[in-house]
């Protein structure tokens, strides 16, 4: 939804969509709708999930990020490019090089990305290199239960 009138959007000024107190998933873009879809399932089970939107990366409100994970203690973020380089990349590196958000971490910080492939045209194909409702879910849901996240980590051979 569009505001009438003038509507400005302060730059380097994060928004919390959602409160929460289990989990800190902060999402970019077309994701911050599909991370309160599933910040909502979640509130059923009894996880409590909140919902960051930077809004803008260039400045990015890096104080509200590191103080929403050190009250959850966990973080995922959200983000449709490749997990090399990407925006999410660098908001997890932020998360951990702060020794005080660092020491709150009750699990390892989790980014749900696009595949490392240039985005298909085909709309098929887009569909699978792109995240998804349930890559969120099962993003939050591991960093709740590490035992589940270490079981799910793929690493490389």
Known sequence: MVPEGNHLVPLGIADVKRCGSDVTVV???YYVRESLAVAQELADEG???????????????VKTIRASVRKTGRLVVVDEAPPTCS??????ALAVEDPDTFASLKAPVQRV????????????????ALPKREDITDAVRGVMDVELLRRSVKTPA
């Open 27 to 29: 999402a970019l873009g």
């Open 47 to 61: 996880i409590s999930v909140e919902v960051i939107d930077p809004r803008t990366l260039i400045p990015l409100d």
């Open 87 to 92: 925006a999410a990349s660098e908001i997890a």
């Open 113 to 128: 990305c696009g595949a490392t492939v240039p985005i298909p045209y085909s709309p098929g194909l887009e569909d699978a």
